[in-house]
Each structure stands twice: as C-alpha cells, then as structure tokens.
C-alpha cells in the first residue's frame, strides 16, 4: 500500500535532502502532518524566506540579507586582514571563537579537478580585485586541511605572492 499522493511527495521532498534516508524523510513527513495549519505556513515560508532573502555579501560572499554582510559592514573590524574559507559554515565556526578581529573572504568551494571546480569557478578573481583595491596586508588562508584544501591554498599562495602581501597558512 502506497502513501495518499501528497504524503508521498512529501516524503519524496524531504528525501532529496543531503543525509536524509527513506526512514527519516517518512518520520519527518509525519511531523508535518502532526503540525497545525498555521505552523505548516510558518515551515513553508521559512523555507521560501531562506531562498528568498539570503543572498551572498557582493564584497566576501559570505551569507548575507541584502548588500553587505555583518561582518563587512562592521567597521570596528581590521580590513587588512582577509580570511580565505571555502563557505560560509567556516565562517561560523571561526566567528564562534569570538577571537579573528579581520574580514572574510568565501571561495564557495575549493579547487577539485575530480568535481570539476577550477580555480575560475571559485570567487578567486574577486579576492585579487580585494587584495588591489584595498589595503590588504596580511592573508589567512583557512581552506580545510585535506587534499583539496591544500591545493587551493598553494595555488592561493603562489598567485599572490607577488603582490607582496603577507600570507599565513591556517588549517
Ligand atoms: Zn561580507
């Protein structure tokens, strides 16, 4: 026997997502159901409002609710300091120290030749306008330490070293 049609696209829905099994997507699908009109809306629209109003910061592509994000916009921090990380959940994790006083600067991935991810579809040519538009004087590079994040951090290294700006390896 088969789930009503809208039950099942439900859990078809909730399957889709990134380390959700069958069981799971089932459990959750009667969550909702479990759930009353109003807090069903409340799911449905927090879920369009995410898509909806986060958008990347246009100066570090970190999350961010239209032009520049917290970070960016906060002028107590240091703008000669630039953190290079694959996305935006390395910069939560960094920002929960409470210690890091520079800014940010978000590749959306690294460098992965099996994925197909060159160095062209990571937000690399916007870090070098960074790095000559402003007054950088020091990079952290703080891609992940595994193969992939070693490579882009070399690769980041040996195009900016000659524009003589101090780079510092954090893994
Ligand atoms: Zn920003």
């Given at each position: 026997?088969?789930?009503?049609?809208?039950?099942q696209?439900?859990?078809?829905?909730?399957?889709?997502l990134?380390?959700?099994?069958?069981?799971?997507a089932?459990?959750?699908?009667?969550?909702?159901?479990?759930?009353?009109?109003?807090?069903?809306?409340?799911?449905?629209?927090?879920?369009?409002?995410?898509?909806?109003?986060?958008?990347?910061?246009?100066?570090?592509?970190?999350?961010?609710?239209?032009?520049?994000?917290?970070?960016?916009?906060?002028?107590?921090?240091?703008?000669?300091?630039?953190?290079?990380?694959?996305?935006?959940?390395?910069?939560?994790?960094?920002?929960?120290?409470?210690?890091?006083?520079?800014?940010?600067?978000?590749?959306?991935?690294?460098?992965?030749?099996?994925?197909?991810?060159?160095?062209?579809?990571?937000?690399?040519?916007?870090?070098?306008?960074?790095?000559?538009?402003?007054?950088?004087?020091?990079?952290?590079?703080?891609?992940?330490?595994?193969?992939?994040?070693?490579?882009?951090?070399?690769?980041?290294?040996?195009?900016?070293?000659?524009?003589?700006?101090?780079?510092?390896?954090?893994?």
């Amino acid at each position: 026997m088969e789930y009503v049609l809208p039950l099942q696209r439900l859990i078809e829905k909730f399957c889709t997502l990134r380390g959700v099994g069958h069981k799971t997507a089932v459990r959750y699908a009667f969550s909702v159901l479990d759930m009353s009109e109003e807090e069903a809306a409340e799911f449905a629209e927090a879920l369009i409002s995410a898509k909806r109003d986060i958008c990347p910061c246009a100066v570090c592509g970190n999350l961010s609710v239209g032009g520049s994000c917290s970070v960016c916009s906060d002028a107590a921090r240091d703008a000669g300091v630039i953190c290079v990380v694959e996305d935006s959940r390395a910069v939560m994790a960094i920002e929960k120290v409470k210690e890091y006083t520079g800014l940010y600067h978000v590749l959306g991935g690294v460098i992965s030749p099996m994925d197909n991810v060159g160095p062209d579809q990571l937000r690399i040519k916007e870090l070098l306008a960074r790095i000559n538009n402003t007054n950088v004087r020091e990079l952290i590079i703080a891609t992940n330490p595994n193969v992939e994040g070693e490579t882009t951090a070399m690769y980041l290294s040996k195009l900016v070293a000659p524009l003589g700006i101090k780079v510092t390896r954090l893994a």
